[in-house]
């Protein structure tokens, strides 16, 4: 049974994604702050299946012990799906130190230090193991107000791009996802308004499909995607 490391798992895409592996016979530890009705389901269901440990991936500086304490022990890991993310929406003449110190932790230290430390158990033994990281339309495409958590998120592509690079002759492998705007709780702050003129740009007229983009994700973890590394597949309804 392979087992696959999952941040934000409390999510409405990270739920989703849990909800694909844990049906496709693989062990999941979710990652997150809150225990929520999510993660309770997905508890009470799949039992020693699925574990979940509650951790504040802004504390970067204490992710060490987070994997030789809790990570280390349920492996050896398979898999890495970085996901979790912190939206600080503004333009950047309104840029605060402390909220973009925030984004940064979440949304891209945070990685580094996981793909780190689940590299080495990789390492160790002998795993030849595929990390996924949950990027974003808006690394590609400019929206108002999106320009710092852009940033976040494109740096995230860049640090992939190489990890697939360095790493590749071991048979791990590395690559992201980036999803268009999907009905989720981090797109209620737009109103109809401002949502419908994003679907405009796309060339589905929709918002992107939340299990479309979870498939992407188990597809990249499995075997059947062993040949594809150092990539990012674009799941947004074909945003022009």
């Known amino acids: ?66 994997y030789l304490n809790h990570l280390k022990p349920l492996g050896p890991l398979y898999g890495l799906v970085n996901n979790s993310a912190y939206a600080y929406d503004d333009i950047v003449t309104n840029a605060k130190y402390e909220e973009l110190l925030r984004m940064f932790n979440i949304n891209f230290f945070s990685g580094v230090m996981l793909t780190k430390y689940v590299i080495r158990d990789m390492i160790l033994h002998g795993t030849k193991g595929s990390i996924v990281h ?27 791009k190489t990890v697939a690079r360095e790493w590749g002759e071991k048979g791990i492998r590395s690559n992201c996802v980036a999803p268009g705007f999907m009905e989720t709780p ?16 796309t060339s589905l007229k929709e918002p992107t499909d939340l299990r479309s983009v979870a498939e992407t994700v188990v597809f990249l973890l499995s075997e059947e995607s062993k040949s594809i590394t150092g990539t990012t597949i674009m799941v947004d309804s074909g945003t022009l």
């Open 186 to 201: 981090m797109s209620e702050r737009l109103s109809e308004e401002q949502k419908e003129r994003i679907y405009r740009r």
């Open 134 to 160: 949950i990027s974003s339309v808006s690394a590609h495409t400019g929206y108002k107000g999106l320009s710092m958590y852009a940033a976040s998120k494109g740096a995230l592509e860049a640090f992939s």
């Open 1 to 66: 049974m392979k087992t696959i490391v999952l941040t934000g798992d409390s999510g409405a895409l990270g739920g989703t994604i849990a909800q694909l592996l844990l049906e496709r016979e693989y062990k999941v530890i979710g990652i997150s702050r809150r225990e929520n009705d999510t993660v309770k389901k997905l508890k009470d269901k799949f039992k020693e299946r699925y574990i979940h440990i509650g951790f504040d991936l802004e504390k970067v500086n204490e992710i060490p012990e987070l």
